[in-house]
């Protein structure tokens, strides 16, 4: 059974920055695109940025440049760094996980963790 389990987050400055990790468990993940969503309130879920089994990162246009996903050697955890954090970046943000980097909802999702920028 796979499992996603998020640390990190928290509040800060706008300005500042913050890393999200993500501990994946109960298969090979070396196989799996896995990224991160958010969803503000009031909107609809988005997603963040994706690392596909190649390694190659995708990101929205709104965290570019700014924001940077990464692996470790193993792909069981995964994390994210992110830099001049904006209040517009508040939200719950999500590890998730899929067996393709399809462009729709991943069939996995860890337990969620806030992410609060104050202006």
């Known amino acids: 059974q796979v499992q996603l389990v998020q640390s990190g987050g928290g509040s800060v400055q706008a300005g500042g920055s913050l890393r999200l990790s993500c501990a994946a468990s109960?298969?090979?993940?070396?196989?799996?695109?896995m990224g991160w969503f958010r969803r503000a309130p009031g909107e609809e879920r988005e997603g963040v940025a994706t690392?596909?089994?190649?390694?190659?990162?995708s990101y929205a246009d709104s965290v570019k440049g700014r924001f940077i996903i990464s692996q470790d050697n193993a792909k069981n955890n995964l994390y994210l760094q992110m830099n001049s954090l904006k209040p517009e970046d508040t939200a719950m943000y999500y590890c998730?996980?899929?067996?393709?980097?399809?462009?729709?909802?991943?069939?996995?999702w860890g337990q969620g963790t806030q992410v609060t920028v104050s202006s």
């Open positions: 998730v996980a899929d067996r393709v980097c399809s462009g729709g909802y991943p069939h996995y």
């Open positions: 690392i596909d089994s190649d390694g190659n990162p």
């Open positions: 109960g298969d090979t993940f070396s196989s799996y695109c």
